[in-house]
């Protein structure tokens, strides 16, 4: 007997299996890639029961959603944009919920940051969509919403996201208030001319001051703070009102359905299976499945397999109309045919190709090799999957006399290096070793024939190997960023002793209220690229903050130092480095190299060099065999004969021996700077 309790289907009998014939429908489930609900066995009065999930949910059929229900005036786009741990993820969780699209239970963190990396580090680097559907007043919207990531070296994810938007949630933390990547979250929202919704988020904490925020808030980018939403993501409290903010103040899309299609891919993830999964935002016309459509920027043409929506799992649909943001397939399957800021039309109704986005510009360059070179094409085929679902990493062949044929990539950042390092361990099995991390520098060369060589008169170097010599440049050009810092004022003269030791040039100061500042210095990158960040935050018992933007570049007096191991210079551990800094810098290295070299049986020396000059020096004493154990007494002659002869084989051995570097002592050298 088949009996339906509460939306559960309950098999009551011993021979239900058999006699109801549901073998066939798991078989069909099965074939179809559905699971199986799991089974309960319960005992009662009336004998054995069985108890099934529900035989068909939406989920499991996976039912093709019909989006021409949602009319563009009851669509609703927006981004959640903040300062890194200020409850984005948290956020977007209990909307989640309150929409209904995700289940409330207490395993909801996270439930948009898929990545291993993500979950691990409790940050966002990944922009994350999710459709949500929402009944208001009587009728049903569609909300779009994207989880943005919050550190600096993933702005480019931010601006990206907000091409798809109309409106963002500024969301603000009532415990730390605004901080430096807030403010810069915030004007790239208003350059692009959306509307802002300010939200005060853990006002549940115990030290939360809504109060002091929303003053701030008003002081530093005038916003009335009756517009301010006070709520905690955590408990949940509150946040209905987010949602009804959302339909308010948010103006539907500007798009226009009867026009050709014009869709812009602002994302995209590679499936070994369904080829290239493009993210896509509808700005006129509709895409369906079957349609051809083609790219404007390789001109191919493709069939459309499927398209749909996030939900935030795939959710298929029929047709995709103007104004919304969904997912597209259509067999792209080389990598390099989905570019990020691509329009598609579809075939033979071209249109006018959408801007698009700036290009990404890498702030760090490092060189990446296979420990074994013949992992190189397998390792060739996974920088390239995770290029097309990063796409500001910029990469270029490189090839070392020590680690073999590679490649040098251009990152945001540092931590954006290690991620990408450590999703290619984790996603692709890939095992590298990454060199030391260098900043685009210039040269303007006066030799007629380098110019000649070069084919211009100014050069960007990119890997320190290549850097000319002083004889042939007129003058060195470095990199550096406008920074801005928001800081409580008590830290503000050790803040401002770090700026002046990393040549830093204030540019201004700000009182944003009573004990909080915010400067804003000029910043040669090359300083701040490494260990800056994590001495600020030391500095600051963890309460500063920081965030930075390109301001070209400035003359400097640069010099090459090269790494010396028994006078064999290291070609990976080349540095360019300003001259005043030289020495502390090569002392530095030379220590940490001392502590991460294994001993040899020989001495080893490490040098720091500039052109012939040693400037730093460090020895890694050899192992010793105790050649006069043996002797008891006797005459010192004896002694001396024995010890002179080990020496000469340490010479020996000094002279034919090869110092290898391992692999993580270049991430040694580099991490270990900051306590210099």
Excluded at 285 to 302: E, L, M, N, P
Excluded at 375 to 396: F, G, M, P, R, W
Aim: hydrophobic share 40%; proline share 4%.
């Amino acid at each position: 007997m088949l009996l339906s309790r509460g939306g559960m289907w309950t098999l009551a009998g011993q021979g239900w299996w058999r006699g109801l014939g549901l073998a066939a429908q798991v078989t069909r489930d099965a074939s179809r890639g559905l699971p199986w609900p799991p089974c309960a066995r319960t005992r009662g009065a009336a004998g054995e029961s069985w108890s099934l999930g529900r035989l068909y949910s939406s989920a499991e059929r996976k039912e093709r959603i019909d989006m021409s229900r949602f009319p563009v005036e009851n669509i609703r786009n927006f981004s959640i944009i903040a300062h890194v741990d200020h409850g984005k993820s948290t956020l977007a969780d209990r909307l989640l919920e309150l929409t209904g699209t995700i289940d409330k239970t207490k395993n909801n963190k996270q439930v948009l940051d898929k990545l291993q990396v993500e979950r691990e580090r409790g940050i966002t680097v990944k922009a994350q969509t999710a459709s949500l559907f929402y009944n208001h007043e009587g009728k049903q919207y569609l909300l779009n919403l994207i989880d943005t990531p919050g550190h600096v070296d993933f702005s480019y994810e931010v601006s990206r996201s907000l091409s798809a938007c109309q409106g963002v949630l500024l969301v603000v933390d009532a415990n730390e208030g605004i901080q430096a990547q807030t403010v810069a979250n915030f004007f790239l929202a208003f350059e692009a001319q959306l509307s802002v919704i300010p939200v005060i988020n853990k006002i549940d904490l115990k030290n939360a001051d809504p109060e002091r925020v929303e003053k701030q808030i008003e002081k530093v980018f005038d916003i009335p703070s009756d517009e301010c939403i006070k709520i905690s993501a955590k408990l949940g409290t509150n946040v209905e009102s987010v949602l009804q903010a959302v339909i308010e103040r948010i103006p539907p899309p500007k798009v226009h359905r009867k026009n050709p299609l014009r869709a812009l891919v602002f994302d995209s993830t590679f499936d070994q299976y369904r080829g290239v999964i493009a993210s896509v935002a509808l700005f006129d016309g509709v895409v369906s499945k079957g349609d051809k459509i083609v790219s404007a920027h390789t001109q191919k043409t493709y069939e459309v397999n499927e398209v749909g929506v996030l939900n935030p799992n795939e959710q298929p649909a029929h047709t995709l109309y103007a104004g919304q943001v969904g997912y597209l397939i259509a067999g792209m399957k080389d990598v390099t045919e989905a570019q990020i800021g691509d329009t598609l039309y579809l075939h033979k109704q071209p249109v006018e190709p959408l801007p698009g986005f700036k290009s990404a510009k890498p702030m760090v360059f490092a060189g990446m090799y296979p420990v074994d070179q013949s992992e190189y094409n397998n390792l060739k085929s996974a920088i390239e999957k995770l290029t097309l679902n990063d796409s500001s990493v910029t990469v270029h062949r490189d090839s070392s006399l020590a680690l073999g044929a590679g490649w040098r990539l251009g990152f945001l950042g540092l931590l954006h290096m290690e991620v990408f390092n450590q999703r290619l361990e984790q996603e692709y099995n890939a095992s590298v070793i990454l060199t030391t991390p260098t900043v685009p520098y210039k040269a303007v060369l006066s030799s007629a024939k380098l110019i000649k060589e070069y084919r211009e008169k100014e050069i960007t170097i990119i890997n320190p190997a290549q850097f000319p010599d002083k004889s042939s440049v007129t003058e060195y050009l470095e990199p550096v960023v406008l920074g801005t810092i928001i800081t409580p004022d008590e830290y503000t003269g050790k803040i401002m002793m770090l700026c002046q030791a990393r040549r830093a040039v204030q540019k201004n100061m700000m009182f944003i209220d009573q004990n909080r500042v915010m400067l804003k210095y000029l910043l040669p990158l090359n300083e701040i690229v490494v260990d800056f960040y994590d001495s600020l935050k030391s500095l600051s018992s963890g309460y500063a903050s920081f965030d930075y933007e390109d301001a070209g570049y400035q003359t400097t007096e640069l010099v090459k130092m090269d790494i010396l191991l028994n006078g064999n210079p290291v070609e990976e551990l080349i540095t360019i480095v300003h001259k005043d800094k030289a020495h502390t810098v090569g002392k530095a290295i030379c220590e940490r190299l001392k502590d991460s070299l294994p001993r040899q049986l020989f001495e080893i020396a490490i040098q720091a060099a500039i052109g012939s000059k040693i400037i730093a020096r460090e020895t890694v004493k050899a192992y010793r065999k105790n050649v006069l154990a043996k002797c008891y007494g006797g005459d010192i002659t004896r002694k001396m004969k024995l010890l002179k002869r080990q020496a000469e084989g340490k010479k020996k051995l000094r002279k034919v021996g090869n110092v290898e570097v391992p692999k993580d002592a270049f991430i040694k050298v580099l991490k270990a700077q900051s306590d210099k």
